[in-house]
């Protein structure tokens, strides 16, 4: 009945404490690729991208591992980084390698099948035991497909940016007004400095007012909630065919002509205004491309033609003024010891600067430690420096907060301290000290059976050990006697912890299902001092902290930690 009830109270305070210590973060929920296509009408690199996940917890994300989603032909996955476990602050990456067919419709067609259709994503999911799942919407586009993301056609991809999604412009799914539109009102003929022909965004700079109607259309449009719509310039529209007169665009050009209505995706047909000036005539008269006839030309701006918008989309990433992220170490701070311990901070490789005066902001838990942070006054994105700490003083392990003058977070590492060979932690009001893996003891409970009536404490190692070593279960080899290892070690005060003492290790040390504890290094099951019956006592799991229900045998050789309190703490 106590080791249920026990059970009962750690699952009531524990209920949640993977989920709540551990988040896997990805850097993007939506990545979007290109299809690798370099046979099609305007070539397609198809740049392998990568996800980025971080453990944003406080604790260590275990298992971690990465699902094999339905990819379109030729795309695949490669996991080189995301399995394992990822520490606090540690990141792993996961790289998509894109091939040469589109994420597929409903239908089961390649989003490029004229006309365009909507791609259904692959949803790549990384997962841990101890975390709840992140989820990342895969696309792979080529020209046509519809991007619902972005709100339109895709007509235009910028592979070139290594982070994230795709850059590009899509053309919006319908003309804004089916009748058309004049490039500008009656009495509104003037120079207005738009004779950009190759980017539309700068001519709409002078011609987004109600006076200029086949601009100001596309200015307040909101056509699938973007409001960043423009009148494209004449050689995002098109680009010269013989046909008309030459603008002067480039041979390689993206283009609605090219990219859209060549391969019969999206409804464009028709006469289209740009939104550039004929530089011969500004004042009076604009480009337009007749998609029908394949021909651009400049007409009256008092003519009405149709007006198609369009807009340009970034890689998806919200850029952060200075994120930092900091790795919890694995080694305590030495008390006294002049060899400092070293903090490793890095700043995001997405910080749209560097981060400044970086250093240790909160350290309430463990005030007097020293913190040495020169080479951190500056931090440029995806760089790390180290802090040095040092401390004279025993404390329990304890959180500390790192920043900068212009740091978006603060974030947290634990630190341990060692003192006597042993790692510091809180039991009750005072300090104890608990031997890590590195002393290496080990042994059998005794080598004999006895039911030892003063070894049954839940709480008091020091009672039970002291009743352990003069029974003769243990005087007879005392050298296979767990309780007279500790007893014997070093300066005689050191005892086997109980029960419930050793579970307040594990917690103070290892709160986690990792491969290792955060500190201490002990893996395996450890005795306690407490007796369940003749035969068998209490032990405890390390690292996932869970107890043999009836306890070990007594004549299993399992680890030892011994534990004492210390001195004037």
Known sequence: ??????????????????????????????????????????????????????????????????????????????NYSCKGTIKPGDFCKIAIIPGSEASHDKNGNPCTTSPGADPIASVVTVS?????????????????????LQGGYLFSVDDTNLEGSIS???????DVEPHGEQW???????????????????????????NYPAGHICSVSKAQNFTDWYLPAICELGRYKGNGNNPGCPDHNANLYVM?????????SGQYWSSTEWKNKPSSDAWFMDFDKVKSNYNSKQNSNLVRCIRTFDNGLTPDSATLYVNTPTQPI???????????????????????????????????????????????????????????TA??????????????????????????????????SKLCVALDHSNQLSSVWTTQNSNIKGAVDDN?????????????????????CAAYKCDIYQDGTWYLPAINELENVYHSFCSTNDQSCAYGGWKGAHWSSTQSSSSHAHSLYFPAGNQTPNGGSKSSGLGVICIKPLPNS
């Not at 841990?128 to 619902?148: H, K, M, Q, S, T």
């Not at 590009?168 to 319908?174: F, N």
């Not at 901070?345 to 942070?373: H, L, M, N, Y």
């Open 1 to 78: 009945m106590r080791k249920l009830l026990h059970i009962f109270i750690l699952l009531s305070i524990f209920p949640y404490a993977h989920a709540v210590d551990v988040l896997l973060t990805p850097n993007l929920n939506d990545l979007t690729l290109s299809i690798n296509d370099f046979n099609s009408w305007e070539q397609l690199s198809g740049t392998i991208r990568t996800i980025t996940i971080t453990n944003q917890g406080s604790s260590p994300a275990n298992n971690v591992k990465v699902n094999k989603p339905i990819f379109p032909n030729g795309t695949s996955i490669y």
């Open 395 to 428: 404390y329990g392990p304890c959180s500390i907060k790192v920043g900068g003058t212009n740091t978006v977070n603060n974030p947290s590492a634990r630190i341990a301290f060692q003192i006597d060979g042993g790692l510091v932690y809180r039991c009750d």
């Open 128 to 148: 841990a035991d101890n975390a709840e799942p992140a989820n990342i919407n895969v696309l792979v586009l080529g020209y046509g497909c519809r991007f619902a």
């Open 168 to 174: 590009g412009k899509v053309a919006s799914y319908e």
């Open 184 to 210: 500008a009102d009656k009495g509104y003929n003037s120079e207005m400095s738009a004779t950009d022909i190759s980017n539309g965004m700068n001519n709409m700079r002078n011609i987004s007012t109600d």
């Open 334 to 392: 030495v008390v006294g010891s002049k060899t400092p311990l070293t903090l490793t901070v890095t700043s995001s490789q997405f910080s749209t600067e560097s981060a400044k005066g970086v250093t240790v902001v909160s350290k309430s838990e463990c005030p007097d430690i020293s913190v040495v942070d020169d080479a951190c006054s500056s931090l440029n994105p995806g760089q790390t420096c180290t802090i040095q700490l040092t401390s004279n």
């Open 260 to 268: 859209l209505y060549q391969q019969q995706l999206s409804d464009i």
């Open 460 to 480: 008091n190692g020091s009672k039970n050990t002291a009743n352990i070593i003069v029974d003769k279960s243990c005087t007879h080899n005392l050298q296979a």
